[in-house]
């Protein structure tokens, strides 16, 4: 544990405190034309926000209420994109989730997954999705299958190589927003780097 960590963890036991420390300075990296992604919404703008999430990763579950209210603050302010990044990318959620982005669908598919992320295994997983979804999903061709994995493993290790390892970890203006309190202050480096007002906005 680090000194910060010490020093929070003890204000947090005798006080109703929120942890909004964030560091003085941010790793940065580069978002590539090949970095694969989602679209979360589809607000005409160059402001950008990606989401490195799991479906699987129970950190991101929890993160998803505080996402939503931040989503639907800056939507109509900020592109929101989401990136699928795990020790196993799971193809038929991968592949599912490339059909609903084509089809303007990938925010409800995504809220399926963390709904029913305590799943047996993919198959059951995919039940939930809408029919139509699912019916594509079966006729993908095997060797589409494998470019689109070839996208998500490339994305990957390009993550990786920039200092991206865990989940959920945020990228703002090319910023890396990521550690265990990272959702508490990424608001405020979304305002920040974006130069927004934060009180010009309601959560409905």
């Known amino acids: 544990m680090t000194r910060q960590e010490f020093f929070v963890d003890s204000l947090k036991r005798v006080l109703n405190y929120k942890v909004k420390l964030k560091p003085d300075n941010f790793l940065k990296i580069e978002i590539i034309d090949s970095l694969s992604y989602f679209n979360i919404n589809y607000t005409n703008t160059t402001k950008e926000v990606y989401i490195i999430s799991d479906f699987k990763c129970y950190s991101c579950l929890k993160a998803e209420n505080e996402l939503k209210k931040i989503i ?33 669908e990938f925010d409800k598919v995504k809220n399926i997954f963390f709904e029913h992320s ?10 939930f999705l809408p029919t139509k979804i699912i019916k594509e999903l079966n006729n993908v061709k095997k060797d589409d299958v494998n470019i689109m994995m070839k996208e998500a493993i490339n994305t990957k290790k390009y993550l990786i190589n920039n200092g991206i390892f865990s989940t959920p970890t945020f990228i703002v203006n090319n910023k890396i927003i990521d550690g265990k309190y990272a959702l508490n202050y990424l608001e405020d480096v979304i305002i920040e780097e974006y130069k927004l007002n934060k009180w010009n906005f309601f959560i409905s």
Not at 84 to 102: E, G, M, R, W
Not at 118 to 127: G, K, P, Q, W
């Open 72 to 104: 639907t603050k800056y939507n109509n302010k900020i592109k929101f994109k989401f990136v699928y990044f795990s020790d196993y990318i799971q193809p038929k959620l991968y592949v599912a989730c490339n059909i609903a982005n084509n089809n303007k």
């Open 118 to 127: 305590n799943a047996d295994n993919d198959s059951e997983l995919i039940n």
